[in-house]
């Protein structure tokens, strides 16, 4: 009697866990004016695929309807939201603000080979300004926080600095490709040999090399600006410091840090993009970014920013972090038994209803028994 | 040791095997003594409290998991096995020992035509990577069989399980025990320097430093290690 893999039963003691956590984090979503918004689980492929690179696009779970379409299960929730907010919200007055709790599903979820799990994350649809893109990102440092993380940081990037280095370089489209592939790879000694034979001049092949390991406080953008010289990347260096600065403002500087080095896995982004690490994970917890021409691919044009995080990485890094801080205080539980006698019952029926009032957990039984609960007395 | 001074240690996820003698001598050649490995193959996990590391040893097939997943830094694993199953880790460093290749072989007496040529019916192919196996013969255009094997490959041809095997080869020496010959290379590969997404970040001073002490004493050694 076994589950197709990758998928869990969730036990009462760890659904305790996760429901804290969300209540957590959409307590702090709904704060910051947030509303949430339910997609189904499983819609066209079609329309999910819009929102998927090529590698995405393989792993999302597909089946075919008795009409014969191709359905498949959400990767991710982005997708789906930005076909609501450009099919059935577009009239809305902008921005919208939404928030999602949901379970999403992949053949491969790369660490321990899970195949469903959850995240929760926000949406800010209709503005592109560096103040949203500051607001989503102090905003997933504060659910981080109110989740009961303490150490973790958030790394922000910008998708077009790494393209605006590729455009400049002079060198045939399929070196690019191969430089652009040994990146994304996180090959470097592969890199390092592709540079080796490419006809392309040694700063430039230097810092194409040093890139990933940028990473720091304003002075990693001092350092950058000295050497890049493309307008695409002086433009994305410009927006990340801008959104710096207002994170500052934020007073969250501490957890911030600018990284030119982080890749993300999906096609939509376009602007800034940002990942959370903590140190007892060896990815992500969570990550975003702006993602400005999603909307259009579902027929209207919509600048949006967001990000999601992965509640079962975050339950994780929590618990190594400190085992008792998803511990939940709940009311005392108590067992009431009657001794299978019709008086004593009525009698308990009076006393539960009363206990239950008070906000105490009541189970009533014929006779008693031992499951490590207490003993009420009659 | 517990949790909490847990991410204060390097942890460097070692292979056994073939490359676990080379990998205990890089480490010791930059400083960080191991007692010749003496001791520690049997307890799979060391620390060295001065440097602060913790040196953990897996099979050469987990290695890329554990350092994947975080549970190591750093690793060191074959770059046969980095090929077969895509990992989300960063290569930073070709090590340059453990230097084999991935093959194609037969039995004896034959040629690459006669090899690759289908006659009228799909050739059968044994190997342990059935990823690379696949890949190449895909890119060749022949259309082929593959049985996934554990070990011991060059049977297969001998007893009518294959027509070819795909396998690493480093002196040729089992293949021709066997009476086989290579009729092509695939790819030439050797040990590689891995490292988790995060810790390249959360501990890059650390990763850099080491990855650098390695690099520049392979530049120097690399005629002699290539002998490991």
Not at chain 1, 13 to 36: A, C, D, M, N, P
Not at chain 1, 66 to 90: C, D, H, L, Y
């Amino acid at each position: 009697m076994n589950i197709p893999k990758g998928l869990n039963d969730l036990l009462p003691g760890e659904v305790l866990k996760r429901r804290l956590l969300e209540s957590r984090i959409s307590k702090i979503f709904t704060q910051w004016g947030y509303q949430e918004i339910i997609t189904p689980t499983f819609e066209f492929y079609e329309i999910l695929a819009k929102g998927a690179g090529s590698m995405m696009q393989k792993e999302m779970i597909k089946f075919f309807d008795r009409e014969g379409n191709i359905i498949a299960f959400r990767p991710e929730m982005t997708t789906s939201i930005a076909r609501v907010a450009s099919t059935k919200m577009q009239l809305e007055p902008k921005p919208s603000r939404l928030y999602y709790i949901g379970n999403v599903f992949r053949y491969d979820d790369k660490v321990g080979n899970q195949r469903e799990f959850c995240q929760a994350g926000v949406e800010l649809i209709g503005v592109n300004s560096k103040e949203a893109d500051a607001e989503v990102i102090a905003l997933a440092v504060e659910s981080l926080k109110n989740s009961g993380l303490r150490k973790f940081f958030i790394d922000i990037g910008h998708i077009n600095l790494f393209n605006g280095i590729m455009q400049s370089i002079k060198v045939e489209e399929k070196r690019k490709q191969e430089i652009k592939e040994a990146i994304l790879n996180k090959n470097f000694v592969l890199l390092e040999k592709i540079l080796y034979f490419s006809d392309i001049k040694d700063d430039e092949k230097e810092f194409i090399l040093k890139m990933p390991t940028l990473r720091g406080k304003e002075e990693v953008l001092e350092e950058v600006e000295k050497i890049i010289n493309n307008e695409l990347s002086i433009s994305a260096l410009k927006e990340i410091k801008g959104v710096y600065n207002l994170l500052r403002n934020y007073g969250l500087e501490e957890y911030i840090l600018i990284d030119l080095g982080i890749i993300r896995d999906f096609d939509y982004y376009t602007g800034i993009i940002f990942e959370g690490y903590t140190d007892y994970l060896g990815f992500p917890v969570c990550g975003g970014g702006r993602y400005d021409n999603l909307c259009s691919k579902f027929g209207e044009n919509i600048p949006s920013t967001g990000f999601a995080i992965g509640l079962e990485k975050l339950i994780t890094a929590l618990e190594k972090e400190d085992i008792h801080s998803l511990n939940l205080e709940r009311p005392e539980q108590y067992l009431l038994y009657y001794q299978n006698n019709e008086d004593n019952f009525k009698k308990a029926l009076v006393v539960a209803k009363n206990l239950r009032k008070k906000g105490l957990i009541v189970e009533l039984e014929a006779e008693k028994v031992c499951r490590g609960v207490k003993i009420y007395s009659l | 040791m517990n949790r909490e001074n847990d991410t204060d240690y390097l942890v460097i996820a070692l292979p056994s095997g073939k490359l676990f003698k080379p990998s205990i001598q890089l480490f010791e050649s930059i400083g960080i003594n191991l007692k010749g490995g003496k001791g520690i193959s049997r307890k799979l996990t060391f620390f060295d409290q001065r440097e602060k590391i913790k040196f953990i040893i897996t099979r050469p097939k987990d290695n890329p998991t554990y350092v994947e997943c975080g549970a190591a830094d750093i690793g060191i694993v074959g770059e046969d096995v980095l090929l077969e199953e895509k990992k989300d880790i960063y290569r930073l460093l070709d090590l340059k020992f453990g230097k084999c290749k991935m093959v194609v072989a037969a039995l004896e007496g034959g040629k690459q035509e006669k090899y690759y040529k289908n006659n009228g019916h799909r050739l059968k192919v044994a190997t342990k990577y059935p990823h690379i196996a696949g890949e190449y013969f895909n890119k060749k255009g022949i259309y082929v069989e593959l049985t996934k094997l554990y070990g011991s490959v060059e049977l297969a041809p001998q007893v009518g399980l294959a027509d070819m095997i795909v396998d690493i080869v480093s002196t040729g020496r089992t293949l021709e025990e066997n009476k086989l010959t290579i009729i092509d290379e695939i790819i030439p590969l050797s040990a590689q320097l891995i490292v988790n997404r995060i810790s390249y970040k959360t501990k890059h001073k650390r990763v850099i430093d080491l990855s650098q002490d390695i690099k520049k004493f392979i530049s120097l050694e690399s005629d002699k290690i290539a002998e490991w």
